[in-house]
């Protein structure tokens, strides 16, 4: 079994449309829950960043972590074209000899189409 | 603007060839990685280097070695290329005490 678990996808909506990316981890000692957006033909870039449980907004996006579950999403709401990408989600476990390695997730590829 | 730049976007090679992939940041991060990403795969670490000269392997350093004698610079290579490593690799570094990893655009290699 992968550490970390993504809805392979892909998935492709309407513009407009609420979206829902999600990841399964197994690793408990994880802290650090990052979602990466990258586009075709360009390295991943950090889009949202939580530690530990919780909800976080930063505009059309949401990020949720529930440790309990052991389970994080990733929500865009009224999505647009240019949003279209692949979604990574990564995770940290902080520990003192992590050197900030991360365990990503396999992505899933999104298409907002007009 | 902070810049992770990698040698070459698309790179072909036959097999037994050794090839080698540079990754240079102007950040002054202490800490590189080198992955390889696979459709439905995700990404997968290499290699990582957390100072200059010192390296660790990650989850696939199979047939993989990796240089590290400056801080901005960290080389991935193949010791003698096989067509299972035709794939993208990227490169990324991190600043002691952060979580973002900044990305390079990548390198397409292929190996027939």
């Known amino acids: 079994q992968k550490e970390v678990e993504q809805d392979p996808g892909p998935l492709s909506v309407p513009e407009g449309a609420i979206v829902s990316l999600n990841c399964t981890y197994s690793n408990s000692a994880f802290q650090y829950f990052m979602w990466y957006r990258q586009y075709s033909r360009k390295g991943p870039e950090l889009l949202m960043y939580t530690y530990s449980s919780g909800n976080k907004e930063d505009g059309r996006f949401t990020a949720q972590v529930d440790k309990s579950s052991k389970y994080i999403s990733l929500f865009i709401r009224d999505s647009q074209p240019s949003d279209s990408a692949t979604y990574l989600c990564?995770?940290?476990?902080?520990?003192?000899?992590?050197?900030?390695?991360?365990?990503f997730g396999q992505g899933t590829i999104l298409t907002v189409h007009p | 603007d902070v810049k992770v730049t990698q040698s070459s976007r698309y790179l072909v090679k036959r097999t037994g060839e050794k090839v080698f992939l540079e990754c240079v940041q102007d950040m002054d991060h202490e800490n590189m990685f080198w992955y390889r990403q696979d459709p439905g795969l995700g990404l997968r670490l290499i290699y990582f280097?957390?100072?200059?000269?010192?390296?660790e392997k990650g989850d696939i350093p199979e047939g993989y070695s990796v240089s590290r004698e400056k801080k901005e610079r960290f080389s991935l290579i193949l010791e003698s290329a096989s067509t299972n490593q035709t794939s993208m690799y990227l490169c990324?570094?991190?600043?002691?005490?952060?979580?973002?990893?900044?990305f390079g655009p990548g390198t397409r290699l292929t190996v027939l």
């Open positions: 990324a570094s991190l600043s002691w005490g952060y979580n973002e990893q900044f």
């Open positions: 280097s957390y100072d200059v000269k010192m390296k």
């Open positions: 990564a995770m940290d476990d902080a520990g003192g000899t992590s050197y900030g390695k991360l365990t």
